[in-house]
């Protein structure tokens, strides 16, 4: 690559930014340029700095030191205001949007100048249109699914024409369908002249999508490479910096059925989640069930379900033939059904608390940890003890609130908490969601020695590959419904993608 | 007893001015909900409005300035709660309660010296013409300013609110700080005028207990009326039209309930006395049940930019 | 430019040190006060905080008040510390200490003149059942419709109040009073009288039971699967949903108990300090209470201490009034202060004050 060519024609320089928060450094000296018109990867683990980098070129975030510059001159935007004004817009990971909002009335707040709510109105028609995303300026965003929501969050992008867009992990809430809609839609951009930059951990996108790509890790810029000249092996060798544990699992015989839905419908508590629709599936001893789809189908509620948060409102499900929809949570604990939730920080964990009260908080019924009332803290000191020891969580110790942990770590305290009381059923929301790569290894390899030792194991995950990885069957979720589950093996992208997209009917086996 | 003897005509009007009060402190908390912020200092914001709007408005004999000062020393509560909530992270509930408690006892000390004084009266504004329409003339155009001035508060709050971008910047901080906080917008200054207008409407609504309702200072004389203006704006579903229909089906309840003991109707006084409370209950009760639609997404939520 | 960052957890040494610092800060804000009102902060200061405990003439008289005007603050706000800390707010103590007062003494008076040892039990009881009523009504109704606890349970002080009104010249009216408002003197009725167990201490029946409920809440808070999941509803509600417990239920206990605690307060206060119902007999300590609360850091032995403190404040704060002519509106502003400046001082728990670094160090 020759750099001093790039230099000269760049729409943006970076040149040795760096920030530092207290005890980690974000991003060390990161310098890179990017072409208009050009769409550039930054690939990186969690916490590699992507986030953070890109933040700083957004105005949220000062450099502590580092230049950038914008079509050849200084870039110092002192808040997303200015860099927007300059040509920089972006579209977030968490989406920015707000729920009781309209769709115009959640563009317009992006906007600096906003036109009269009618023009506005009109261009977003049109400009939906143009780029075929079909958007009603009037719809509550709260209602909108998850595609629909990012849709508002592009032509928010694009009603400022521009010159760079940053996308931060823009497909995890998408089907495979919606994924290539949008990637017409950044071709399109990129004919234009607009630069992308595309932030993303899922290499096949990246080398479909991306024409150059600059790798993180630790905060240091390792690599940069033509992902379309490289294998996506060699770019998580990049990117992960050495050879991963992959998941080891033998074929296995599963046995009799441990867990049944049946015709499982809920009404979801919440205001603007997914109601479920129907569900019905089985699982038996020894098999990992996937489920995928994406964010905001009914992932939430089935765990509640499941549970015991929640009351399904019409079917059965059955844990080893007997009915167990009215038992609340503790009693399903007790007939050895387990469960995870995705949200670590309050819902399957209490961030304030000790990692002693939290093992305490599943574990209290089946470890003994209770007797006729009273607390046995030393018991359940042993108990925080023997998951930490267990699942290697690295911490100084027992006493320490679960908060302070690192997403990894809490995420292996928490599987480690619920497969150490020896389940019969485990059902986990998004095991490895926001998880270093080691722990995610580390996390998945456990569930199927929990498979291989008799457990029927529940993965309800958006991430496809570690549902290939690690399931037997494979089903998804989509509006509350789920598709009949069919075996993994030999399942094409194309039928995983029908399944999450609806069309299930046809798919099964 | 003698029902015959309530004008309803004067009840009707008697409404309005029962209702002023509460009004303005509901629509004022109204905004400040609508940025995400729950102040249950109100009652303590207009208690201190009260005794200061009375104490100047004595001492200048002009109870236009007595209002002002009681939306500035209102204003300048609600800053000490604003800086407690929004820069030093307080939990909102606790800092509320502490805000009331602290101008109960405010309120009392600076009143002391005021007790049984009478107020300066306020001239009534005759709207020409459209108070000489016979029965609505009297019931809507025979009052004196300050009705006037709750009313353009609430039409500007509404307008501000629903048409202007400052108020959409508003209900999206209210609805998603962290949200708003990406796209640039500076949440805690959003709150903090929110909590300064909020402020500043509880203690008009405070003053006008004291100068005009009344009109004289009584230790504890909001008697609860900003615990009712908090439960308006649940009513109200945070909308401000609403929170005046709120305000003023409330303040006709408690006309009623003047009118009736005046009447002497076989209902002992303290039932009477009560009513208002019971059937702010009964309302929220009402409400609830419907389930509370509409309430802003951060409310009450603490923010802290982790960037 | 300073800038707060989030400790990972909080910080043990603050949590303890707040509350002395917001005593120090309020006296000398307090002090500030009292010198703008034209009195000599020193004397003023040391009148309320002093004087009460080891003054030649006043100790003596003041000390056993110490202990009755305490007890009703701990016995509620101890009460009133397990909701808050499981996120329920129940602020109407005040109504159930008076709902407590009325239905304890109303089943004293319906005995008159019994000489029954069991009549004063029954008053006991009666008393906790009448707070733990009032405090069911926005307990029942956060349940069964979701309706907002603080708000219903605010109102009801009101009603409870015009309640009160009505039976002190009713009902409960003392039918050989020649027309006065007000109950039968319990003083005047051994058997209903909430005596001194230690002649002169005023070291009454509500102040044993204060520390009792001191000590169960200490067990139940550190010891008890129910104290555990109070802490955690308080801490993160989903993952107490998670862990099993019954939201239901919790707003229940927890209403429930500080009710009844209050009732306890009210019906201790008016069979013995007070003596008889009148129109206001409760002075306010329901609120107060919730000051108490905060200052105690929701801790029982916080509580205790910050009880102890807050009854000192008052009794300073009477012979501040005789000695010194301060009004009695500075008083409830000071504890007004001391609540604010504990709120703003708990920033330190749980951030840490930084200065910006202007270039980051590897």
């Known amino acids: 690559m020759t750099g001093d060519l790039r230099q000269a024609d760049a729409l943006m320089t970076l040149e040795g930014l760096t920030k530092a928060y207290p ?46 510059t914008l079509k ?45 709510p009618r023009e506005l109105s009109a261009r977003i028609r049109e400009v939906s249109q ?39 992990e823009p497909t995890s809430v998408l089907t495979p369908q919606e994924v290539e809609i949008l990637f017409e839609t950044l071709r399109k951009l990129t004919d234009e002249g607009t630069a992308i930059l595309y932030i993303s951990h899922k290499l096949e996108e990246i080398r479909s999508l991306c024409e150059h790509a600059t790798i993180l890790r630790h905060g240091v810029v390792v690599d940069t490479c033509d992902p379309r000249e490289k294998s996506a092996r060699e770019l998580a060798e990049m990117m992960v910096g050495d050879t991963l544990h992959v998941p080891s699992r033998e ?53 509640a379900v499941l549970s015991g948060e929640a009351r399904a409102s019409a079917g059965a499900i059955k844990l080893s033939g007997d009915e167990i929809n009215t038992l609340p949570p503790n009693a399903r604990r007790t007939r050895g059904l387990l469960t995870a939730p995705e949200e670590r920080l309050g819902h399957s964990a209490a961030p304030e608390m000790s990692l002693t009260e939290n093992a305490l908080l599943t574990g209290a019924v089946r470890e003994n940890l209770v007797e006729r009332g009273f607390l046995r ?45 020896d389940p019969d059923v485990l059902v986990v929301n998004q095991p490895t969601w926001g998880v270093d790569a080691a722990a995610a290894a580390s996390i998945r390899q456990s569930l199927l020695d929990l498979a291989h030792k008799g457990a029927a194991v529940i993965v309800i995950s958006q991430d496809l590959d570690e549902l290939m990885e690690i399931a037997d069957r494979f089903t998804a979720l989509n509006e509350g419904r789920v598709a009949n589950p069919v075996p993994t093996q030999n399942l094409s992208v194309e039928e995983i993608g029908l399944m999450m997209g609806g069309g299930e009917g046809e798919v099964a086996a | 007893m003698d029902l015959g003897q309530i004008n309803p005509i004067l009840l009707l009007a008697s409404l309005m ?62 800053m000490l709660f604003g800086l407690l909530v929004l820069y030093l992270k307080s939990n909102q509930v606790a800092t509320g309660l502490g805000l009331t408690l602290f101008g109960l006892g405010l309120s009392a000390l600076i009143g002391k010296p005021y007790e049984g004084i009478k107020a300066p009266t306020m001239a009534k504004w005759d709207i020409p013409l459209l108070s000489d329409i016979p029965v609505l003339g009297p019931i809507l155009f025979k009052h004196d300013p300050m009705v006037y001035v709750s009313l353009i508060i609430v039409a500007a709050t509404w307008y501000v609110l629903t048409k202007t971008r400052a108020g959409l910047i508003l209900r999206g901080v209210g609805e998603n700080h962290d949200a708003a906080h990406a796209l640039g917008y500076k949440v805690n200054r959003v709150r903090l005028i929110a909590i300064a207008f909020g402020g500043a409407c509880a203690g008009l609504g405070g003053a006008y207990i004291s100068l005009v309702r009344v009109p004289q200072w009584v230790e504890g004389m909001t008697a609860g009326a900003g615990w009712i203006a908090l439960a308006i704006v649940v009513f109200a579903s945070w909308r401000p039209w609403r929170v005046l229909l709120g305000a003023y089906l409330f303040g006709g309840i408690t006309v009623l309930q003047l009118n009736l003991q005046a009447a002497g109707v076989a209902l002992p006084v303290e039932v009477l006395a009560m009513s208002p409370y019971v059937v702010t209950i009964l309302v929220l009760v009402g409400i609830s049940f419907k389930g509370n639609h509409g309430a802003p997404g951060s409310l009450g939520r603490s923010f802290h930019a982790t960037h | ?20 610092l917001a005593v120090i800060a309020t006296m000398i804000a307090g002090g500030i006060m009292f010198w703008m009102l034209g009195k000599d902060p020193f004397e003023a200061i040391r009148t309320i905080f002093w004087d009460p405990l080891f003054h030649e003439t006043f100790g003596p008289y003041s000390r056993p008040q110490l202990l009755v005007k305490a007890a009703p603050l701990i016995l509620i706000a101890i009460g009133l510390s397990l909701g808050f800390r499981a996120g329920i707010w129940n602020i109407g103590a005040e109504g159930q200490y008076i709902m407590g007062a009325i239905c ?182 329901g609120f107060t209470a919730i000051i108490v609360a905060f200052l105690g850091r929701l801790h029982p032995v916080g509580i205790l201490l910050a009880g102890l403190l807050m009854a000192l404040t008052y009794i300073g704060g009477e012979l501040a009034q005789l000695m010194l002519g301060l009004p009695g509106a500075a008083i409830q502003m000071f504890q007004g202060m001391l609540m604010f400046f504990l709120l703003a001082m708990d920033m330190l728990t749980h951030y840490r004050l930084r200065l910006k670094r202007p270039v980051a160090a590897q």
């Open chain 2, 17 to 78: 001015v029962a209702a002023t009060p509460i009004l303005l402190a509901a629509i004022g908390e109204a905004v400040v909900e609508k940025s995400g912020v729950l102040n249950l200092g109100v009652e303590g914001m207009m208690i201190t409005g009260a005794v200061v709007g009375f104490a100047i408005g004595v001492n200048t004999q002009t109870p236009a300035l007595g209002f002002v000062a009681a939306a500035v020393a209102g204003a300048a509560l609600s």
């Open chain 1, 130 to 168: 143009a780029y075929g995303l079909p958007l009603d300026p009037e719809r509550t965003v709260g209602d909108l699914s998850a595609g629909e929501r990012q849709r508002v969050e592009i032509i928010r992008c694009l009603l400022q024409n521009p010159k760079l867009l940053i996308m931060d």
């Open chain 1, 251 to 303: 074929h296995w015989e599963p046995g009799d059925e441990a867990l049944s839905l049946e015709g499982v419908s809920m009404t979801s508590p919440n205001e603007f989640g997914v109601n479920l629709r129907n569900v019905s599936l089985s699982v038996r001893k020894g098999e990992v069930l996937g489920i995928g789809g994406v964010a905001g189908n009914g992932q939430d509620e089935l765990l």
């Open chain 3, 104 to 285: 304890g003494a109303a089943v004293g008076l319906a005995f008159y003149p019994s000489e029954s040892i069991l009549l004063f039990p029954a008053m006991v009881l009666a008393g906790a059942i009448g707070g733990w009523a009032w405090a069911m009504i926005p307990g029942f109704l956060k349940v069964k419709f979701g309706t907002n606890e603080i708000l219903v349970s605010l109102m009801l002080v009101y009603v409870a109040e015009n309640l009160l009104a009505s039976v002190s010249q009713g009902l409960l009216k003392n039918p050989d009073g020649m027309g006065f408002p007000g109950s039968r003197n319990f003083r005047d009725f051994p058997a209903a009288y909430n005596t001194d167990i230690i002649e002169g201490t005023g070291m009454h029946w509500g102040v044993a039971a204060a520390f009792i409920a001191v000590i169960l809440a200490y067990i139940l808070l550190t010891r008890h699967m129910l104290g555990f999941q109070v802490r955690l509803a308080g801490e993160a509600p989903r993952a107490a949903r998670f862990a099993g417990v019954n939201p239901t239920r919790l707003v229940l206990f927890c209403l429930g108990t500080s009710g009844a605690l209050a009732g306890l307060a009210g019906l201790f206060e008016v069979s013995g300090p007070s003596g008889q119902v009148t129109i206001d007999f409760n002075s306010g300590y």
């Open chain 1, 23 to 68: 005890g980690v450094v974000a991003n060390d000296q990161v310098s890179f340029s990017l072409l208009p018109g050009e769409v550039h990867a930054l690939l990186g683990e969690n916490g590699a700095g992507k986030s953070t980098l890109v933040k700083m070129i957004y105005g949220l975030v000062k450099p502590d030191a580092g230049q950038m």
């Open chain 3, 1 to 20: 430019m300073i800038r707060l960052e989030k400790r990972p957890q909080p910080s043990k040494l603050w949590a303890t040190m707040t509350p002395v």
């Open chain 1, 72 to 116: 050849g001159e200084t870039f110092t935007p002192v808040n997303p205001a200015a860099a927007r004004a300059a040509g920089v817009a972006m579209v977030f990971q968490h989406f920015s949007l707000f729920d009781a909002l309209s769709v115009a009335e959640n563009i317009a707040l992006g906007m600096d100048n906003p036109p009269t």
């Open chain 1, 377 to 421: 803290w030393g018991k359940a000191e042993s108990f925080a003890r023997r998951i930490i020891e267990a699942f290697d969580v690295r911490t100084p110790g027992t006493e320490n609130a679960a908060g302070s942990l690192s997403g990894g770590n809490l995420q292996k305290f928490v599987i480690g908490r619920e497969v150490l009381q």
